[in-house]
């Protein structure tokens, strides 16, 4: 049996950044992952967009700090992610949305974002050629941004390897051996490991590797689809936000990547509950109609690829961190609900501050997203 | 202009309408509706975009609608080329890195989801679609067919060569373009097919559908209960330094260039590979008057038929076997070539390079199937049936029958209740054969009487000689009791001559004594003969070694096989052995006096949508222990515009360069789109 301070399970958008957070501060720590590779979750699945514009004080926090870490990514490590500080535009065409948002952007400057309002000229400035038909303006956050979900799982492996971390791919794991409260070992596919601590980043199995330890994590999945164009000349910089909601559709969102691709994903409605991750014939429809009539500049851009991915889902929305009541070496770090990859680099560090220095300074995010929470809130930029 | 204007077996049409266009800024003509790659091809252009990696120049690489390579601006746009028709007033510019989006802001005119409805989708038109959807629509099926080229044939459309297979179950005898016009007029006489031309599948979808570009301008999302998978096959690349060049690409691009389009697209083209698509490259380029200087080949032997081989040899094509492609090399497009012998292990041995000087290299190392449909339906648990090159590689005589039996497969899954004759089945795997056993050749003894000659000598499915005999006399020996088997003669010849027009490998002669030192000979010839009555030309053995100067006493021309009959006056001694008439001299396929080149394996592109070149990968992969083909993507590898289609089949060796076994490698994901789509076509903004 091999034996470690710290087992992750899931080599994802949260896994992975954890495992080199946690190896830096000198800790023994194993990721272990049913796929091939780091990210081949949903990592892979993700778009790239990482906002600190969220509607609680939690996220916010962590997600600055992500942000932080990851546009220093390349000064300090060497590592292009494609990091591109490109903003986040909520762009608003009704007095309903309006109104909800400046009612958000007060509680949002209390918690330290800069973002604010801007009016429609501005809005075309930043996406030049925006339907301005009966545009109000939008709220605007300009240090968000956006990399790449494949470079950054592989820079955090790279990173996580070179201070030690193990990667086992391809185990899946089975089994946990229980006693008095506490894992004493993980059962894999492949082996068997001892951990000091056991760290719950499944991703979309989150909620079954919860009841093979016992712990029920209220972690359902559903699925958003998305895509990616050929590269063009850079015409856009920041990502765009439309959260109006349709018939059969709630928000969706795209942004120019580094490489000149326009990349996109929508929210079905009502959700595509479950695990499947096969396209169907009603997306690309779907999303079009909504992406060319707020921006019919994109016409001429072909689409080059779709996909599907997962969103680890919980019933408030909010992810769920923190050790467990149950099992008093459990770490849940799980129900990122689609906000995983801007999440996780932050997480990461955080954790590894809770883990191996007792840091008590991030204590209002684990109280506020605790398992133990009654999950009747919602979070309004989902 | 570079187009071919006299063709042994093409009809040139001369008086196609001329249209003008402006390539950045100047003026040139064309010919209308003719892919906008292909005016450019006729007026020498054949660099279209620089990209950014390296201010690399890009030419054309599949002429298949499948790669991005021929990206041009057309009228403010970035289109493929290749399946774009020019128009009068065309104003086409080339694309200097990436493309800039015009600024089109007017608000979207019309949203619009178009759907239909089949029992069932067959995904290409080439010889095994066409006869699966005869089959079926036989059986009343209601049916959509969709090809993503002007006319239906797939590659029937390029093959000027005779068929090889059976008279009665593949067409032999007929050449593929002949072939291509039959299945055309019997699938259009069908009302319950409805078919699709300058379309393609763009995915299959979960919820039983499949989205289809229609005429490049629509999107339609097609419903099906069955679906039958016959989109061919994709040519292999190859891993060389100067792979990426212009003017290195496909055999099939080639022969779609030539054939179909009637581009001289080369003055002298090398080929790499002696496979049937090789080999039948080189006499495509010969009847197109292009000098096909050699084919390379990695192994001892020719890998298509011999019969094929020994035909291209005797045309003056040099065949190097044990060699392999070492550089393709010249400022900006390729301007020379070098190969050279490989040891056992394959590794080229540097001291027997040669350089050819070419403007053209044509990869000829294999096809893939074009399968993922077929993937995803099963993974979908569709009712699915894949058909011809899709299935298993093989020719397209296999992949007309093999539809047919994939037809009558669909329609049982469907709930007819049909039997399919073990015949049948037994037919298919003969038709599939690889070219079998070779045998010595035996001497004919030269007679007062004519007597066919059959440089036959190697087990290939192939009998029309037999079949159009009209005395008999041409037989199958009986050694394994199928067409396979070699045809010898016995009996008497009529000297009708069909045998010799009939056989797709231009391997029969006839001979008979003349008077005195004197024998009569007759040969197929499937080029415009540039020598007439009392000229004196090259003839040589079945092998394609030098023989006589025989004199030319006859020209004929069989109108039904579109094949001259030449009849010549040779020594008696040679009679019996001589098999073919040189076309090409020995000086236009000379290498330089001495090898030119400069050899970095390093450079070889393997990821040419991004420029990703061998060592990068190959040191990525050591790097990061990589174990998931999908983690190169990081280094954008499979992220461009073909989807890892192009560089997937060399993915193996660049690991195994890396010193990792490619079955330890999971493999790359493939997702939709299978064909870049441009998003007003998605949302069907022009009618």
Redesign the interface.
């Known amino acids: 049996m091999k034996t470690f301070d710290v087992i992750i399970i899931g080599a994802g958008s949260i896994g992975v950044p954890m495992s080199f957070y946690l190896a830096k501060k000198g800790l023994k720590v194993a990721v272990l992952e049913k796929l091939a590779s780091e990210g081949r979750g949903q990592n892979r699945a993700a778009i790239g967009g990482i906002r600190a514009t969220h509607s609680d004080p939690a996220k916010i926090k962590i997600c600055q700090i992500s942000i932080e870490l990851l546009k220093r990514m390349k000064e300090e490590f060497g590592k292009e992610i494609d990091w591109i500080t490109g903003g986040y535009l909520f762009p608003v065409y009704d007095e309903r949305t309006e109104k909800a948002l400046k009612k958000l952007l007060i509680k949002q400057k209390e918690f330290n974002l800069n973002i604010d309002w801007i009016d429609a000229e501005k809005v075309d400035k930043l996406v030049p050629g925006i339907n301005k038909t009966e545009l109000r303006g939008g709220t605007f956050s300009p240090e968000d941004g956006s990399a790449s979900p494949l470079k950054v799982a592989g820079a955090y492996l790279s990173l996580a390897r070179n201070e030690g971390a193990e990667f086992y791919f391809n185990e899946e794991v089975i089994s946990f051996e229980t006693e008095n409260s506490k894992i004493i070992s993980v059962t894999t596919s492949k082996d068997k490991y001892s951990g000091g601590i056991i760290i719950n980043a499944a991703g979309g199995d989150a909620r079954e590797i919860g009841l093979l330890t016992g712990v029920n994590i209220p972690v359902i999945p559903d699925s958003h689809e998305a895509g990616i164009t050929e590269p063009v000349k850079p015409f856009f910089k920041p990502m765009v936000v439309d959260i109006r909601p349709d018939t059969q559709s709630a928000n969706y969102y795209f942004y120019q990547n580094k490489e000149g691709q326009v990349v996109f994903c929508i929210t079905p409605k009502p959700p595509i509950v479950g695990k499947d991750t096969d396209s169907t014939s009603e997306f690309l429809p779907l999303v079009i109609k909504r992406m060319l009539n707020l921006y019919p500049r994109l016409r001429n851009l072909r689409v080059r690829r779709t996909w599907r991915g997962l969103y680890p889902m919980t019933p408030d929305g909010f992810p769920i961190v923190g050790f467990t009541k149950e099992i008093e070496n459990l770490f849940l770090a799980a129900g990122m609900c689609g906000q995983g990859f801007m999440l996780g680099p932050g997480l990461g560090l955080i954790t590894s501050e809770i883990i191996a220095d007792g840091n008590r300074r991030y204590d209002f995010i684990t109280e506020q997203l605790t398992l133990y929470r009654n999950f009747s809130g919602t979070e309004m930029l989902k | 202009m570079e187009r071919v204007i006299k063709h042994p077996v093409l009809k040139t049409d001369l008086n196609k309408k001329q249209v003008n266009f402006l390539f950045n800024g100047e003026k040139f003509t064309g010919l209308e509706d003719e892919p906008v790659s292909s005016a450019l091809f006729a007026n020498n252009i054949k660099v279209f975009s620089i990209h950014e990696v390296g201010d690399a120049p890009q030419g054309i690489f599949c002429a298949n609608g499948q790669c ?1 390579h021929c990206t041009l601006i057309i009228n403010g ?2 289109l493929k080329s290749c399946i774009t028709p020019l128009k009068e007033g065309m104003d086409v510019r080339t694309l200097v ?12 005119r019309n ?1 619009e ?1 178009k759907e239909m409805k089949c029992d069932i989708l067959v995904v290409g038109g080439g010889p095994s679609g066409l006869t699966s959807a005869i089959e079926l629509a036989k059986l009343g099926f209601e049916i959509i067919l969709v090809d993503d080229k002007e006319k239906l044939g797939g590659k029937l459309l390029l093959q000027t060569h005779k068929f090889f297979g059976s008279i009665e179950d593949c067409y032999a005898g007929t050449r593929g373009i002949d072939i291509a016009d039959i299945l055309d007029s019997e699938i259009r006489s069908f009302p319950n097919v409805r078919i699709f031309t300058n379309s393609s599948v763009a ?1 299959v ?3 039983k ?3 289809l570009f229609i005429d490049y301008k629509n ?1 339609v ?1 097609a419903e099906f209960e069955g679906l039958i998978v016959s989109a061919g096959a994709r040519e292999k690349n190859l891993i060389f330094p100067g792979n990426d060049l212009p003017g290195v690409y496909g055999a099939g691009a080639f022969q779609t260039l030539v054939n179909r389009d009637l581009i001289k697209a080369s003055g002298r083209v090398f080929i790499v590979g002696s496979g049937n698509v090789g080999l039948i490259a080189a006499y495509h380029a010969l009847q197109a008057g292009i000098s096909a200087v050699g084919i390379a080949e990695i192994l001892k032997e020719v890998s298509g038929y011999k019969v094929h081989g020994d035909k291209i040899k005797r045309m003056g094509v040099p065949i190097y076997l044990n060699h392999t492609i070492l550089t393709a090399e010249g400022n900006g497009k390729v301007e020379r070539i070098t190969i050279a012998e490989v040891d056992e292990n394959f590794n080229p041995l540097l001291e027997t390079a040669k350089t050819f000087e070419v403007d053209t290299l044509l990869i000829a190392v294999g096809l893939s199937s074009i399968d993922e449909f077929f993937n995803t339906a099963v ?2 648990g569709f009712k699915v049936v894949k058909a011809g090159d899709a299935d298993e590689i093989a020719e397209a005589s296999s992949a007309m029958f093999g539809g047919r039996i994939a037809g009558l497969n669909m329609a049982k899954m469907l709930g007819k209740e049909i039997e399919i004759d073990e015949e049948f089945y037994k037919k298919a795997e003969i038709l599939k054969s690889r070219p079998g056993k070779v045998y010595a050749e035996p001497v004919t003894e030269l007679t007062d009487n004519y007597t066919p000659i059959l440089h036959c000598h190697q087990e290939i499915p192939c009998n029309p000689c037999i079949s159009v005999c009209p005395s008999g006399a041409i037989k199958l020996q009986d050694a394994l009791n199928s067409i396979m088997d070699l045809p010898y003669f016995d009996g008497d010849c009529t000297r009708c001559g069909q045998c010799i027009a009939v056989c797709p490998g231009l391997a029969i002669s006839v001979a008979k004594k003349l008077y005195g030192e004197f024998a009569e000979v007759i040969l197929p010839h499937e080029f415009i003969p540039n020598f007439s009555a009392n000229e004196f030309i090259t003839l040589t053995d079945t092998e394609g070694n030098y023989l006589e100067k025989g004199e030319v006493m006859k020209i004929n021309y069989s109108r039904k096989y579109k094949t001259y009959m030449i009849t010549l006056k040779v020594s008696i001694q040679n009679a019996t052995r001589i098999a073919g008439i040189r076309i090409q001299d020995e000086d236009r396929t000379k290498p330089l006096p001495e090898a030119v080149y400069n050899y970095v394996p390093d450079n070889a592109i393997v990821c040419r949508c991004e420029r990703i070149t061998v060592k990068q990968v190959v040191d990525f992969i050591k ?2 222990d ?3 083909a ?2 190169l ?2 280094i ?1 590898v499979g ?1 461009g ?1 073909c ?1 890892s289609r192009t560089c997937s089949v060399m993915l193996p060796r660049v690991f195994s360069a890396a010193g990792i076994n490619w079955y330890e490698v ?1 493999q790359n994901t493939k ?3 299978s064909i ?5 076509v ?2 069907n ?1 022009n009618q």
Request: glycine fraction near 6%.
């Open positions: 991005s746009v970035p890195h990436l493309p800039e989006l015009p600024k089109s802001d007017e608000g979207l949203f989801i995915a979808y979960k919820d559908k499949a989205g999107y999302i993974q979908f790097a990061n990589i174990r998931d999908n983690q993507k990081q954008r992220m515009a989807g999971a997702r939709p789109l870049e789509i441009p998003m007003c998605l949302a903004e």
